[in-house]
């Protein structure tokens, strides 16, 4: 005779399978929320960057890009601030001591 009471064997191995297949359900949906999180969140960046492109990142204006010695320098059309990409300052600082200074009188604000 098939037990059929609430606690017999055969009801204890189905609940647990309906727990397995439970929680492989939740994981699945729930890798599926975090691969559709990090899709708008790479959008978001992407919109973000085509946003912010060459915009002076105190100011917001337009940044013009001047290459002086083999770098390319960035400075602001409005605040006049200097901006140099990654990498920028080491080679300005490992290559000519004279540099900074030059650049200094290049860059710097005109005064009125
Ligand atoms: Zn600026």
Same mark, same amino acid.
């Given at each position: 005779m098939i037990e059929s009471s609430k606690n017999s064997p055969s009801r204890i191995v189905s609940e647990r399978e309906e727990e397995y297949f439970a929680r492989v359900e939740f994981e699945r949906k729930q890798k599926e929320a975090q691969e559709r999180e990090a899709k708008l969140k790479e959008e978001e960046r992407r919109q973000r960057k085509a946003l912010h492109f060459? #915009? #002076?990142?105190? #100011?917001g204006m337009e940044l013009i890009e001047i290459e002086y010695k083999g770098v390319k320098i960035d400075k602001c059309s409005d605040c006049a601030g200097v901006w140099l990409d990654c990498g920028e300052l080491e080679r300005i600082l490992g290559t000519d001591r004279n540099f900074l200074a030059e650049m200094l009188d290049i860059f710097r604000r005109k005064t009125d």
């Open positions: 060459m #915009c #002076c990142p105190k #100011c």
